[in-house]
């Protein structure tokens, strides 16, 4: 944000409102849209969590302030013209009321990526994954594996992580790279599996990664 910034900067509509569009800051995934006015814009840029005005009940409303969801903001944005802000934030769990990750899941037109442009083994999977693992969880469609786990609960999912952390260990030990490659994958979904039962977000995982490359960067 430039030192010349100021709220009277942003064009807002016959209504008071300005278009919101909130992005998670790492995945870069689309999470919700919603929209503020000049009050709940103050109180996001002074609080540093996300504040929005509903139209449908006419009030400020601090987002997670009963679901404990909040959002911690990272950046916040305006377009060309002013009318419309892009807000990039750390979620402290889903941001659709309907308990997704984004309020965003449903896909109604889709055109594959062209060859050139796909990217192999890209670390987007692992958001992709836990958005399933989510899914499931919430959905508990019969006949899926994903569903069998969250029905036996914590213990059975333990054991899961136990012996797939096992096989790694043995596909490691006999330099066996095509058996470790999948042993480590069934590790990371039953990992992330856990996780989602813990109800704690696999961005909390990367953040202490990130904390710990900083503290890291600084001793060297």
Not at 105 to 115: A, C, D, K, T, V
Not at 172 to 182: P, T
Request: charged share 35%; aromatic share 8%.
């Amino acid at each position: 944000m430039t030192t010349e910034f100021t709220i009277d900067s942003i064009r807002f509509d016959d209504n008071g409102l300005v278009p919101a569009i909130v992005q998670d800051a790492e995945t870069k995934e689309v999470l919700t849209l919603a929209y503020m006015n000049k009050e709940s814009l103050r109180l996001s840029m002074d609080k540093g969590e996300t504040w929005f005005y509903s139209r449908s009940r006419q009030q400020l409303w601090h987002k997670g302030e009963t679901s404990g969801h909040t959002q911690k903001i990272v950046e916040m944005k305006y377009d060309c013209d002013k009318d419309a802000l892009v807000v990039l934030v750390l979620p402290n769990g889903p941001a659709c009321h309907n308990g997704t990750v984004s309020c965003f899941e449903e896909s109604f037109y889709n055109r594959p990526l062209p060859e050139e442009k796909k990217k192999s083994g890209s670390t987007e999977i692992l958001s992709l994954l836990e958005q399933v693992i989510e899914e499931r969880d919430l959905k508990r469609p019969e006949g899926t594996y994903t569903t069998y786990l969250f029905q036996k609960g914590v213990d059975k999912i333990l054991k899961k992580v136990g012996e797939e952390a096992s096989e790694v260990i043995i596909a490691a030990k006999n330099r066996d790279r095509e058996e470790l490659k999948w042993e480590a994958a069934d590790l990371l979904y039953h990992l992330m599996v856990l996780l989602r039962e813990q109800k704690l977000p696999f961005a909390d995982v990367l953040h202490v990664l990130e904390k710990r490359h900083k503290e890291k960067t600084k001793e060297s």
